[in-house]
């Protein structure tokens, strides 16, 4: 489980879907036994104490209408496709569950930026500009070839890496099928590689929560 502040109030918690219904069993017995109210995102758990736990539905989950059915649904195996891309490296792949059936990582070389000025400097940048397009052409390709064979199974694309690089990526209009089952999420990885690929396969089927402490009197 990985913690890490939220803008805006509170924090984040992530949380294997496995492990969910264990973790709502201790929020109620550090805090009391919650009221539950479903939100658009899943549920909303209110301790007697104040404390909040907003529980996140995973990619391609529905929420359910309590914590079981929450729970039920959270653990259940659905095909998801990942999309991570950062600068001139792309990393495609469908999770069948907790497993990675299909991937495929490319790394293409963009240049660094650099200390010349003048000339120099934008002849660089126009070069690493025109790399970085190119790199960004390929993930396109490569999310034709491996995403879009399994659209009508996927539950969810979930995308991972810089958000502008992803974004670009989704423009290609063969990938138009792919943009409707975008998850909100992003998940934050490093140059993706095929270890970070196969560690978003975890991030990505987590329940997010968002946890709040009671206001101070």
């Avoid at 984040?12 to 009391?32: L, Q």
Wanted: net charge positive; aromatic share 4%; glycine share 10%.
């Amino acid at each position: 489980m990985s913690s890490r502040p939220a803008a805006g109030g509170g924090r984040w918690v992530e949380v294997d879907p496995a492990r969910i219904g264990r973790w709502v069993e201790g929020f109620a017995g550090r805090h009391g036994p919650p009221d539950t109210t479903v939100r658009e995102y899943g549920l909303l758990l209110t301790a007697p104490d104040g404390s909040t736990a907003e529980l996140y539905a995973p990619p391609g989950a529905p929420a359910g209408d309590d914590v079981p059915g929450f729970v039920a649904h959270a653990v259940a195996p659905r095909r998801i496709g990942l999309l991570l891309a950062r600068k001139g490296a792309v990393a495609v792949g469908v999770a069948e569950g907790a497993d990675l059936v299909v991937s495929k990582v490319d790394t293409r070389y963009v240049q660094g930026r650099t200390a010349a000025g003048g000339w120099s400097q934008h002849r660089f940048a126009r070069r690493r500009d025109n790399q970085a397009k190119a790199a960004l052409g390929d993930a396109a390709d490569l999310a034709v070839r491996l995403l879009l064979p399994e659209v009508a199974a996927l539950t969810a694309v979930v995308c991972g890496g810089d958000r502008k690089a992803v974004d670009t990526v989704l423009t290609d209009r063969r990938l138009a099928p792919l943009v409707p089952l975008r998850a909100e999420r992003l998940l934050d990885v490093p140059e993706p590689r095929h270890a970070v690929l196969v560690a978003a396969v975890g991030a990505a089927r987590a329940v997010w929560i968002r946890l709040r402490d009671p206001a101070p009197e």
